[in-house]
């Protein structure tokens, strides 16, 4: 079983993130391969290095796309996906991003039992796109060969879609579409993750902005009222007592 892990899209804040996907990594054994921007830093690159020493990695620097950030994430994602392939015949591929924070996951996760025709999915903090039935967050994906070679090149569709930018839907409708467009399942598996590059407060003005015009807005608004209390009161009896 040959597993590979590709990192690709914005360093932003790595070197607090790196070493919980480090910790994955070493525990199944998996090969991981670093997409980065020719725009980021080498002192930068070469930190993130250093913290994932003694995992089995390779890197390639790319240029970014003179388009909107959506384009240039799928297009870091088809190209680090590319890159990972090229390397060795690997059966199972993750696709993660850099700021993501691996909080937790099952030690026992059979990757050798995964379905063709599921794509996996990582588990979020808020929990919130598992409670919506048309929504799928592309953070974190993984599958086999065969599904992740159709999931890691969307780009190719995306290039002549007229919601490329997301001008009309957010970027996690347009996923899930896709999945439905292709007739596979989708599946969580038990790896559950934070954003390190967004507070609470950031992220809740991110999502806002992202499901303004769309009808669970009102949902979102109130599924993070909800968990901003629930924070709120939290600090407030660890201060109490």
């Not at 998996?30 to 913290?51: A, C, G, P, R």
């Not at 620097?61 to 240039?72: H, V």
């Not at 290039?159 to 839907?169: A, T």
Request: proline share 2%; glycine share 2%.
């Amino acid at each position: 079983m040959k597993i590979a892990l590709c990192l690709s899209g914005n360093l932003r804040n790595a070197y607090t993130t790196i070493r919980t996907i480090r910790s994955f990594i070493l525990h199944y054994d998996i090969d991981t391969y670093l997409l980065i921007s020719s725009l980021e830093k080498e002192k930068d690159i070469q930190k993130i290095v250093n913290i994932l020493s003694p995992c089995r990695l390779k890197i390639k620097r790319i240029d970014d796309l003179s388009d909107c950030p959506n384009m240039n994430m799928w297009y870091k994602i088809q190209q680090c996906y590319l890159f990972a392939s090229s390397q060795s015949n690997y059966n199972v591929f993750i696709r993660c991003r850099f700021d993501l924070s691996i909080d937790h996951f099952d030690k026992n996760i059979s990757f050798d039992k995964l379905n063709d025709n599921t794509l996996y999915i990582g588990m979020w903090k808020y929990d919130m796109f598992r409670t919506m039935s048309r929504y799928l967050p592309d953070e974190m994906f993984i599958g086999t060969q065969k599904i992740m070679k159709i999931y890691c090149n969307f780009y190719n569709l995306i290039q002549n879609s007229n919601n490329k930018c997301l001008e009309y839907i957010p970027p996690e409708a347009d996923f899930f579409n896709f999945t439905k467009l292709n007739h596979h399942d989708i599946e969580y598996i038990d790896i559950k993750y934070q954003f390190k590059s967004y507070s609470d407060i950031s992220m809740l003005t991110v999502m806002l902005t992202k499901f303004k015009n769309i009808g669970q807005f009102k949902m979102i608004i109130l599924y993070h009222i909800i968990v901003l209390l629930i924070f709120t009161l939290t600090a407030y009896l660890k201060i109490s007592t």
